[in-house]
């Protein structure tokens, strides 16, 4: 199993983004993909989930201005990022695992890691 990110970059504040995530290896059936992200000298910490049911899960930080979705044709999976503020400057990173888990937001629960992707938002 593998996991590509890619889609990031330098914007400025209020501007948008969307970042994807290639599942190879595997379907995403019964699974788990999300968002993870990791600002320097922070903990990773979770922005934003989607399970193969169809359930979606975010973060309070970023509720209302992110949309996570996948394109099955594509074995991929993306974040949509909008009205980016400062504070959402980071890695991004997604992660994969089977089967779905209740702790979906808990980076410990994946096996599975994208190489990661740097968004800067500039104020």
């Known amino acids: 199993v593998q996991l590509q990110a890619s889609g990031g970059g330098l914007v400025q504040a209020g501007d948008s983004l969307r970042l994807s995530c290639v599942l190879s290896g595997r379907s995403f059936s019964g699974g788990t993909m999300t968002w993870f992200r990791q600002a320097p000298e922070k903990e990773r910490e ?24 996948r394109d099955s044709a ?11 503020k400062s504070e959402d400057t980071a890695v991004y990173y997604c992660a994969a695992r089977w089967p779905h888990t209740v702790a979906y937001y808990s980076a410990k629960e994946y096996d599975y890691w994208g190489q990661g992707t740097q968004v800067t938002v500039s104020s």
């Open 74 to 84: 594509r074995n991929t999976v993306y974040l949509q990022m909008n009205r980016l």
């Open 46 to 69: 979770f922005v934003a989930a989607f399970r193969t049911n169809g359930a979606t899960y975010y973060s309070n930080s970023v509720k209302g201005r992110f949309t996570i979705s």
